[in-house]
């Protein structure tokens, strides 16, 4: 009889990103931050650790990694999946963190001009996908991911399939970029 080793923590993890249907940038992002926290602690396994080691890579990252607050809760959040979706563990509450200090900037908005200047410095494909952005609010993998059955000039739209939260949406097609799209 032919005995199976169970999966490996790293695979358990992808499996259950993968059973979410999170996104394969979220898959890499968590992976990494798990390796991080696994090699901070000398390799052990999150099993044997608990609250106080999380406190302490945490901690760590804001003190010792100047990271920035969003990158502190990126790690947060894969640690807790770890722990509550992988291992069925309670960590506990996390309340003695060193926090990463949030940046005191208000966040900075291009002019119309301002955009207008930039895309006049693109050209080609470039300048389709810079309008695409702009005009059409495009995030960027979506901009990538776009299709020609994506594209309904008829009706000036575009479908954006699986997008942010797997969801398709509808959004315009930017009458300057029409023509442009057509010949490409």
Same mark, same amino acid.
């Not at 990103?17 to 798990?34: A, C």
């Given at each position: 009889?032919?005995?199976?080793? *169970? *999966? ?37 396994? *999150? ?46 509450? %996390? ?7 949030? *940046? ?68 315009? %097609? ?11």
């Amino acid at each position: 009889m032919v005995q199976t080793q *169970p *999966p490996k923590l790293l695979e358990q993890v992808r499996e259950a990103i993968r059973t979410r249907h999170y996104s394969l940038r979220t898959e890499d992002t968590y992976l990494s931050w798990i390796k991080r926290f696994m090699l901070f602690h000398g390799k052990r396994h *999150p099993r044997d650790m608990g609250l106080q080691e999380v406190q302490q890579f945490l901690s760590h990252l804001a003190v010792a990694g100047h990271v920035a607050a969003s990158t502190q809760s990126q790690a947060l959040s894969a640690i807790l999946f770890l722990y509550q979706q992988v291992l069925k563990q309670d960590i506990g509450w %996390l309340h003695d963190i060193v926090r990463a200090k949030q *940046p005191q900037r208000l966040p900075v908005v291009f002019t119309q001009d301002e955009v207008a200047k930039v895309l006049r410095q693109l050209s080609g494909v470039t300048w389709i996908m810079g309008t695409l952005l702009y005009g059409a609010g495009l995030r960027l993998l979506e901009c990538l991911r776009l299709r020609v059955k994506d594209l309904d000039f008829s009706y000036h739209q575009i479908v954006v399939r699986d997008g942010q939260g797997q969801k398709d949406r509808v959004t315009m %097609l930017p009458q300057y970029v029409k023509t442009p799209l057509q010949t490409h």
